[in-house]
C-alpha cells in the first residue's frame, strides 16, 4: 500500500484529503508544519508526499529542497492556494513532480498522484536494474594486470579522452568501454554499442550515421544513425579494425567536426558524443597494409588500454569462477553449486585460448553436466582440454 504523506497547516484541507486517499486504498500520514513535514521524512520512507507552499516555520519549497539533500526520493506534488506560474516552475526545477492549485480538482488530484506513483515505481525499478547490471559488469580480479586496466579506467573516465581498447576475443573489451562509460559524466546518457564486424560494409555507414528515405532501395523511411543515437552519451565501436576504408573516412570527418551527414542527404547533424574503440588486431600493422587509416587511429587511440588474455592473470579464475557459479545458479532458479579446490587448480592451468568467454561456457557446462559439487574429474569430462 503506497504511503503518502499530506503536509499542510489547514487542518480542514488535511483531513479532506486524508478521507479522499484513504478511499483509493492509500496509507496516509499527516503533517501541519513543514518542519514536522521533514522530520517525519526523514524518519520513515514515504512514496509521494502532498506539501503545501505557504506554511510557517519552513515552506514548502525548503521542504523539497531539504529533501533532495537528505537523497529521499518521495515524489513531490505541492499545493497552494497562492500559486502563481513562477512558483509552480520553481517548484517543478526542484524536483517536484507537479503543482496543483487549492482548492484541487478531485478528478485531477487523483490522476496526479497515480501518475506520481507510477513515476516513483518507475525510478526503483530502474535503480534495481541499474545495480544489477552494474553487479553483472562487475570486473572481477585483484591481479596486477586486471588492476593496471582498473587504474587507468579510473584515471580516464572523468574526461572525454578517446580510448582505444586492445585486447584478444572474449577477454572483456567492452566491459571495460561499459566501465567507462558508468564512471564518466555522461554515465546518465546512453551508451550505444556496434560491432563493426557484424555489420556488412555496404550497411556500416547507414548504421552509422543513418540514412534519409529513399537513400537506397530498402530505405523506406528516415533512421537515426548510432552517432545520433548516442548523442550526449558514450559511443563504443566495437572491432573497429573491421571496418571499411569509406566508413572510417565518415568516421574520422565526425571526430573532427562533431557533424554527421544522414546516407542520401545533405543535412549536418551535431553530435555531442565520446567515442570508445575497441579491437583485436594490431592496427598498426593494418596500417601498414593500407587497410586502416593512420590519422584515424592517432583520433582514436589518445589512451590506448590493453586488456590482458585470461592465461596473464590466471589467480583471478577462482573469483571467476565463483561469479559464474552465482549467476549460472540465478539464471537457472537452482542452489549455487561447490567446487573443490582441486577442480580449480586444473582450471587455472588451461590456456583459454577463448578468454573469459570460454571460462564462462566451460562453467555453464560443468554446472549441468558435473556432480553435486564440480570436482577434478568433471573439470577432465566436460572440460575439454
Known sequence: MPKILIIDDEKVIRSTLKEILEYE??????AQDGAKGLEMIQNEEFDLVLCDIKMPKMDGI?????????????????????????????????????????????????????NALDKKHLVQETTVLKKKLSKKLDMVGESQAINVVKETIEKVAPTDARVLITGPNGTGKELVAHWIHQKSSRSSAPFIAVNCAAIPAELIESELFGHEKGAFTSAMKQRQGKFEQAHGGTLFLDEIGDMSLSAQAKVLRALQEHKVSRVGGDKEIKVDVRVLAATNKDLKKEIAENTFREDLYHRISVILIQVPPLRDRCEDIPLLVDKFLTEIAAEYGT???????????????????????????????????????????DIKKYANY
Open 62 to 114: 525548503e521542504v523539497l529542497t531539504k529533501t533532495a539533500e537528505m537523497q529521499k526520493q518521495p515524489q513531490f506534488i505541492m499545493i497552494s492556494a497562492h500559486g502563481t506560474i513562477e512558483t509552480a516552475v520553481e517548484a517543478t526545477k526542484k524536483g517536484a513532480f507537479d503543482f496543483i492549485p487549492k482548492p484541487p480538482d478531485l478528478n485531477r488530484l487523483l490522476l496526479t498522484v497515480r
Open 335 to 377: 542452489a549455487k553449486k561447490d567446487i573443490d579446490t582441486a577442480a580449480l587448480k586444473k582450471l587455472q592451468e588451461f590456456p583459454w585460448t577463448g578468454n573469459i568467454r570460454e571460462l564462462r561456457n566451460v562453467i555453464e557446462r560443468l554446472v549441468i553436466l558435473g556432480g553435486k559439487k564440480i570436482s577434478a574429474e
Open 25 to 30: 486504498k492509500y496509507e496516509i500520514f499527516e
